[in-house]
């Protein structure tokens, strides 16, 4: 069975930083490309990043380029979302998403979410 | 940028009724579209890829139509756990992913 587990959500102050992870199993990780896609409270869907199976192509959203980092390790079937300067309008669940296959345009399977907030 | 826009907002109807769901591309998204159930407290969960293409465990009441810039969700018979929110998601410009605004579908 596919699980992904996310971990590291919080409060925050603006400006500051925090790091998600994402426990993945049931499944070749090291196989699929992941992503990150958050939802502000009370609100749709923003695809975050993605980054390849490789790391060899990572992609960022206009909002968080330059301030977030996605990373993965496959030995430790784990994904990562470093998240710097952090802002009043990045509170949100962040979900965790595995790619349906190669190249696949849907997101098969979703972690619960972590939820961020920040706030002074 | 591609644009997605749902609609209707809110489609109000009763377990039995039959519901579509409208998601229109601003530029052609060719059959790179899937659609996503989301019930309050959960994960969004796949049930249609590819435009038409059921996911794993999608039951067959929901099929998935069109190409290019207008696509359609249809349920056939409203379950009651059919009452949710619907998203649709395009991905014509790999990894790049855009949502619609999602539809919401209650019970009348």
């Known amino acids: 069975e596919v699980q992904l587990v996310e971990s590291g959500g919080g409060l925050v102050k603006p400006g500051g930083s925090l790091r998600l992870s994402c426990a993945a199993s049931?499944?070749?990780?090291?196989?699929?490309?992941m992503n990150w896609v958050r939802q502000a409270p009370g609100k749709g869907l923003e695809w975050v990043a993605s980054i390849s199976s490789s790391s060899s192509d990572i992609f960022y959203g206009d909002s968080v380029q330059g301030r977030f980092t996605i990373s993965r390790d496959n030995a430790k079937n784990s994904l990562h979302l470093q998240m710097n300067n952090l802002r009043a309008d990045d509170t949100a669940i962040y979900f965790c998403a595995r790619d349906r296959g190669i190249a696949s345009a849907a997101l098969a399977y979703w972690g619960q979410g972590a939820l961020v907030t920040v706030s002074s | 940028e591609i644009v997605l826009a749902q609609s209707p907002a809110t489609l109000s109807l009763s377990p039995g009724e039959r519901a579509t769901l409208s998601c229109r591309a601003s530029?052609?998204?060719?059959?790179?579209l899937a659609w996503y159930q989301q019930k309050p407290g959960q994960a969004p969960r796949l049930l249609i890829y590819d435009a038409s293409n059921r996911a794993t465990g999608t039951p067959a009441r929901f099929s998935g139509s069109g190409s290019g810039t207008d696509f359609s969700l249809t349920i056939s018979s409203l379950e009651p756990e059919d009452f949710a929110v619907y998203y649709c998601?395009?991905?014509?410009?790999?990894?790049?992913?855009?949502f619609g605004g999602g539809t919401k579908v209650d019970i009348k």
């Open positions: 530029q052609s998204v060719g059959t790179y």
């Open positions: 998601q395009e991905r014509s410009d790999w990894p790049r992913l855009t």
């Open positions: 049931g499944f070749i990780f090291s196989g699929y490309s």
